[in-house]
C-alpha cells in the first residue's frame, strides 16, 4: 500500500516523470549523530491529499484484483446505521468503539458481521473506499483488505492461480503473508511465484509466475541468498518504487526520476540476452541450462562464440549463467558480445531512498537487542547514492584501472571510479536489480528488519 501511495504521491500525472519539487522536500532532517529520519517530507500536502493518494491506491489494487471490470469491498455490519451513515461520525474512534466487543475465533464468526460491496465504477469505489476510509485504518483494517482483494478476484480464480490450493494464504504462527498475497496485490493474481510466466516441470506440471507488467515492483534478499530469481516484470516495474522482501517484514524502495530505470548499451544488451537465457532456464531460478538450450538463446540473440569458448562452456552438459557472461564481457560486439574497451559503457549514478515504517531502533550505532524490555520501532528514511561501476565487478574495474598507462588512469578514474562501498542487506537487494551497484549513505544504514 506504501508503493503505490507512493506511487499518486510521487508522479501525479503520466506526463511528469519527476514530481516537482519532492526532490527538495525529501530532504534529511537530522535528529542525533547516528541516526536521520523522515523530516517534513510530505508537509506541502494536505491531509485530502494525502487521503486521496491513499483511496486512489486501494482502489487501484482491488480494480486490478477484479480484472479491471470490478472490485469488491469488504466491511462490517456493525458498522451499519449511524455509523456507516454519517460522513462526520466516520472517525477512527467511532470505529475503534464499534469494534471493542467484537471477536472473532472462526471463518463462521467472520461470516456473520461481514458485509460486501461490489462496485464496476471507479467513482463508486472511490467514493465507497473514501466513505470507509477509518475502518480500513482499524485494528480490522489489513483483514478486510486482504478480503476485498481475494473476492475482487473471485475465490475460484485466487486458487487456480496457486500452484498448490491447499497451503495457507496467512502462514501461522505470525501472520505473515504468502507470496500469492504479495502477487495478488501487485499484479492482480495470486501466483506463487516471483520469475516471469509460467514453468515447465515437465509431465503436464506447471507452476506459475508473473504473467503481466505492473505499476510497482518487488525485490527480494531471499534472491540475493539464491532462494528465488525476480523476473523482469517485477525488477523492471513501470514506476521506479519497489516493495523489498525480508526475513521480517516488507518496505518500500524508490526514485524520483523514472530515468534510473532507462538501460544503457551495456544493460539493454545484458537484459536481451538474459531474458533469452532464462526462457530456457528450467531449474526454477537457478541460472543454469541445457546445452540444446544453450544454442537457442545464442540463435535468438545473434551470438557467434569461437569454437574453444563454446567447447568449454558446454563441456559440463550445461551452461551456468554466471560463466556465459564473463565469456561475452571478451567477445567483441561484432560476435555478439559485450566487450568494452572505453571502460565507460556501463556507468551509472543515481539516488534511491528507502522507507521502513517499523525499522528497529539505533542503539550506539547498531540495532537494539531483540531481547530488549519495550524495543523501539520508528519510521525511517534513508537516502542512497547508487554507483554502477562500468565493469562486472568494482575490483575487476580497479584492476584495470591499475593496469591503464598513467594519463588514461587519471582520466578513466576521475570519470568512472566507484565511491568506497557501504554494505547493508538492502544493498544485496538492490543488486539483484543493479548487478554492480555500489551503495552509500550518510547515518546510520538503511534497515530491511
Known amino acids: 500500500m506504501q508503493a503505490f501511495v ?24 537530522r535528529v542525533s549523530k547516528n541516526e536521520y529520519v523522515t523530516g517534513d517530507i510530505f508537509s506541502s ?56 466487543d467484537l471477536s472473532i475465533d472462526s471463518g463462521s464468526d467472520l461470516r456473520k458481521v461481514l458485509r ?42 485466487v486458487q487456480t492461480d496457486r500452484d498448490d490450493p491447499s497451503q495457507p494464504l496467512v502462514t501461522a504462527p505470525f501472520g505473515h503473508a504468502s507470496q500469492e498475497i504479495v502477487n495478488l496485490l501487485l499484479s492482480g493474481k495470486a501466483a506463487a511465484n516471483v520469475f516471469d510466466g509460467r514453468m515447465d516441470l515437465g509431465g503436464g506440471m506447471f507452476v506459475n509466475g508473473i504473467s503481466t507488467p505492473v505499476e510497482v515492483g518487488f ?87 569461437p569454437s574453444e569458448k563454446l567447447e568449454h562452456l558446454c563441456g559440463m552438459g550445461f551452461i551456468v549463467w554466471s560463466e556465459f557472461w564473463q565469456v561475452l564481457l571478451d567477445i567483441d560486439k561484432s560476435l555478439g558480445g559485450v566487450k568494452d574497451s572505453s571502460g565507460l559503457m556501463g556507468k551509472k549514478v543515481f539516488d534511491l531512498y528507502h522507507f521502513n515504517g517499523i525499522a528497529k531502533s539505533i542503539v550506539n550505532g547498531s540495532q537494539a537487542s531483540s531481547g530488549a524490555e519495550n524495543p523501539i520501532q520508528r519510521p525511517r528514511l534513508t537516502k542512497l547514492r547508487v554507483s554502477v561501476p562500468p565493469r562486472w565487478t568494482p575490483e575487476e574495474f580497479m584492476a584495470n584501472v591499475s593496469a591503464a598507462p598513467s594519463g588514461e588512469k587519471q582520466n578513466s578514474v576521475e570519470v568512472s571510479k566507484p565511491e568506497p562501498a557501504q554494505h547493508a542487506p538492502l544493498v544485496d537487494c538492490i543488486r539483484t536489480r543493479w548487478n554492480r551497484a555500489v551503495c552509500n549513505w550518510e547515518g546510520d544504514a538503511p534497515s530491511i528488519v
Open 116 to 157: 460486501v460491496h461490489t462496485c464496476t465504477s471507479r467513482s463508486n469505489a472511490f467514493q465507497k473506499l473514501r466513505l470507509m476510509l477509518p475502518a480500513f485504518r482499524s485494528r480490522m483494517g489489513a483483514l478486510l483488505f486482504l478480503i476485498s482483494a481475494l473476492l475482487s478476484r473471485g475465490l475460484d480464480n
Open 6 to 29: 507512493l506511487k499518486y504521491l510521487l508522479f501525479p500525472s503520466e506526463e511528469s516523470e519527476v514530481a516537482p519539487n519532492m526532490s527538495t522536500s525529501l530532504g534529511l532532517r
Open 219 to 305: 525485490l527480494t534478499l531471499l534472491e540475493s541468498l539464491n532462494f528465488c530469481k525476480v523476473g523482469q516484470y517485477l525488477k523492471c516495474p513501470r514506476w521506479p518504487i519497489w516493495v523489498v522482501g525480508s526475513e521480517s517484514h516488507y518496505t518500500v524502495l524508490f526514485a524520483l526520476d523514472n530515468k534510473v530505470q532507462d538501460e544503457n548499451e551495456l544493460e539493454s544488451r545484458e537484459s536481451q540476452i538474459r531474458r533469452a537465457f532464462d526462457a530456457q532456464d528450467q531449474s526454477g531460478g537457478g541460472g543454469f541450462i541445457s546445452v540444446e538450450g544453450f544454442h537457442q538463446v545464442l540463435k535468438e540473440t545473434s551470438i557467434n562464440l
Open 45 to 100: 500536502l494536505s491531509k485530502d491529499k494525502k487521503s486521496r493518494a491513499l483511496v486512489r491506491s486501494m482502489s487501484e489494487i482491488l480494480f486490478l484484483c477484479g480484472s479491471n471490470e470490478k472490485t469488491v469491498i469488504s466491511t462490517l455490519n456493525i458498522l451499519d446505521g449511524d455509523i456507516e451513515g454519517s460522513v462526520e461520525c466516520l472517525e477512527d474512534e467511532a470505529i475503534a468503539k464499534a469494534l471493542e
